[in-house]
């Protein structure tokens, strides 16, 4: 970008400041949310709370069907990616 320019536009400096920040909260908010080891912590947890006995049976199956639909979407979206 020539000088002219850069002087042209240098109001809009705190806009695009603002935008580049916004896109690396919302990257790290992704990065986050897509982040598979959570999940399956959770599940680990959830198998020791089965057989501890904190939990029934039916509990586990529901809490463990929506984990498991959990790492299906990460897993869809790594894919959609191609990460």
Request: charged share 35%; no cysteine.
């Amino acid at each position: 970008m020539g000088l002219l320019s850069q002087l042209a536009t240098l109001p809009l400096a705190p806009v695009r400041g603002v935008a580049w920040v916004m896109e690396r909260v919302v990257d790290a908010a992704e990065e986050e949310y897509y982040d598979p080891a959570p999940i399956e912590r959770e599940l680990a947890a959830l198998e020791r709370a089965l057989l501890a006995g904190e939990i029934d049976e039916e509990t586990f199956d529901r809490r463990e069907d929506e984990l498991l639909d959990r790492l299906e979407e990460i897993r869809a979206h790594v894919q959609g990616t191609g990460g």
